[in-house]
């Protein structure tokens, strides 16, 4: 898969309640609720958070002070980088090169549908009712609800993401959240030239997909 800077390239449509990739996961969304079909609906997160220790950092408030103003502007340059490299169109993007009703252990037929992102985290990360107006019975939630960047002085760079799945398919109306976590390495991320730009975020992309396969492993 080719990124694209910032990847504009990529049509995901948002709305008020949902958004869709395609014209036609929503007409499979719709075939769903009709047919009784399975239903598995991804929120992605706004959140991307970058932080950087070095060797100075632990050794009480000298340390940390020096840590602070050595990286400050490194600190806010990455965490803006990483937020917009990581939105919601890359999260949908990533999630879609994999087999979500698989890694999951849903039922074979299952429609995926993509949310637009919730605001609230207290939302997104406790509230244990469905996040959407379906009413199907075989229902299911997935949410990511952290990317975190991080540059250590010892271990060096990794992303690491949270998730949480949600199972209404006991037929109650409220479940349990099931949270995990997963992270890995980065070698190109983030890009120290614009030239650099595809294959740091080529990085990322497959630093996010094990994430969350190593989230999904539990299962």
Known sequence: MKIQNSFAGIGIVFSATA????????????????????ELHVFPTLEGQAQTTSLLS???????VADAAANKDRNISEAEYLKEALGPKFQVAAL??????????????????????IEDRKVSTKEKTRLTSSTAPCYAELLVTQNLYQKKAIYGRSLNNRFIFKDFRTGKTETSLVKGRGGNGLSH???????ETEAAEADLLQAFTKNFLEYSAAF
């Open 58 to 64: 632990g050794f009480g408030i000298i340390g940390a």
């Open 19 to 38: 958004m869709a990739a395609t014209p036609a996961l929503a007409q499979d969304a719709a075939a769903a609720s009709a047919t009784g079909a399975c």
């Open 96 to 117: 879609g090169t994999i087999d979500l009703v698989s890694a999951l252990k849903l039922p074979a037929g299952t429609t995926v549908s993509y949310e637009a992102p």
């Open 189 to 195: 991320f983030p890009p120290k030239t614009t030239d």
